[in-house]
């Protein structure tokens, strides 16, 4: 059980490589989320500040990459698809990871 609500859904499409440089997309997989829409400023992971347009909470250790293009629905019927710019865990004293944060 995640210790926020989490009423929303992400897909999240693995994006693959062939030997050529063709990028395929495998099969979408859905998570529960808590998405918060806002623009902010965040660090990523070659340490530039970029625009977050939305911070995406997950349950526990999700499985999303930089390379994975994530999309949601809001509930207005407006659909966004970006790659995260930032993907962070956090974690309780006993090690567990207890949240996954997704910067879009």
Known sequence: MAIIPLKQKITVERATQDDWGNETLEEPVVYKARVSEGTMLVR?????????????????????????????????????????????????????????????
């Open 44 to 104: 990523n992971r070659q340490g530039e500040e970029v625009a977050s347009t939305a911070q995406i909470r997950l349950d526990k250790l999700a499985d999303i990459q930089y390379d994975d293009y994530v999309s949601y629905t809001d509930e207005l019927g407006r659909t966004i698809r970006e790659k995260p710019v930032k993907i962070s865990t956090t974690r309780m004293f006993n090690g567990k990871a207890t949240l996954t944060k997704v910067h879009l």
